[in-house]
């Protein structure tokens, strides 16, 4: 009797049911953000958000993209904070200059 003719074929590719099982995937690692770009409507989103004058929503629409994707970026991207602490700063000082100025020319009446 030829035993070899009721051995199944385990020589080629792994199916499902033959061969040795498929390996399985790495854990998953969380992927590195995106490094960030600034755009011109990024930029212009940090200033409208230290101008103050406007709502998140306003804002986003203003520049186009989702009140998620600002909120996002107000929240989790220090780049954009930074951004808007830089506006926040020149707007305070321009605002100190403009009440020393206000406070000399009234003395100087």
Request: glycine share 6%.
């Amino acid at each position: 009797m030829d035993v070899t003719a009721t051995v199944p074929d385990r020589s080629g590719p792994a199916t499902e049911g033959n061969g040795p099982p498929a390996p399985t995937p790495a854990a998953a690692t969380p992927a590195e953000p995106p490094a960030w770009r600034w755009t011109d409507c990024k930029a212009r989103a940090a200033a409208l958000v230290a101008a103050g004058e406007l709502t998140l929503e306003a804002v986003a629409a203003e520049v186009g993209v989702s009140v998620r994707q600002l909120f996002h970026w107000r929240t989790r991207v220090p780049q954009f904070q930074e951004r808007v602490e830089e506006h926040m700063a020149e707007y305070r000082a321009a605002l100190r200059e403009q009440v020393r100025r206000l406070g000399r020319e009234r003395g100087s009446r």
